[in-house]
C-alpha cells in the first residue's frame, strides 16, 4: 500500500446552519492558503470539538493508497 501525505488549510468560523439549530461551528477546508478552492465543509457543535476534529492526524484509504491530511490554520 503506497502513502501519501496532503496539506489541508482550513479555517474555524461560526454561522448559524439553516438545518440544524444545534451546529454552529464549522471547519471549512481549501487547497491552498488563498482560499479559492474549497475543499469541504464539515459542522459541530462546539468550537472545542471543531478544533479536536481539525489536529486529529489519523490517516485516510482512498483505494490502495494510505493517505495522511496534515490540516494547516489560516488567520
Known amino acids: 500500500m503506497q502513502t501519501k501525505t496532503q496539506n489541508l488549510y482550513y479555517k474555524i468560523v461560526r454561522r448559524t446552519s439553516k438545518y440544524n439549530k444545534y451546529i454552529k461551528w464549522f471547519i471549512e477546508c481549501y487547497r491552498d492558503i488563498d482560499c479559492i478552492d ?3 465543509s464539515s459542522g459541530y457543535r462546539t468550537e472545542k470539538e471543531a478544533r ?7 490517516p485516510i484509504a ?3 493508497k494510505l493517505v495522511y ?3 494547516i490554520e489560516i488567520n
Not at 479536536?52 to 489519523?58: F, I, K, L, R, T
Open 52 to 58: 479536536n476534529h481539525a489536529q486529529g492526524g489519523s
Open 62 to 64: 482512498i483505494g490502495n
Open 38 to 40: 474549497q475543499v469541504s
Open 69 to 71: 491530511t496534515i490540516f
